[in-house]
């Protein structure tokens, strides 16, 4: 089947070059990505991950560690272990 529809977007710049960057990495285009997406959401009829908003306690662990409350970190991965007493 010829390839003749066209589909146009604005994304943030910072976005799109992060994630061109990662699927150049995964040896794809951003319009094979796209395809990729389309023939997921045909196949499973609707989007092929989950989409939901976060419940209360989530939310704000997010937003706290966005903030860097109670956030560790760690200089290797030995620490991280010694950490989590593994």
Do not use: W
């Amino acid at each position: 089947m010829s390839k003749t529809a066209t589909i146009r977007t604005r994304i943030e710049p910072v976005l799109k070059n992060e994630v061109e960057a990662i699927l150049a990495q995964l040896g794809l285009t951003a319009s094979e990505a796209v395809h990729l997406l389309y023939r997921q959401i045909q196949l499973q009829r609707g989007l092929p991950f989950e989409v939901r908003l976060p419940n209360k306690l989530t939310a704000t662990v997010l937003n706290a560690s966005k903030a860097g409350r109670n956030v560790k970190r760690f200089g290797t991965k030995k620490e991280l272990f010694s950490d989590l007493g593994v």
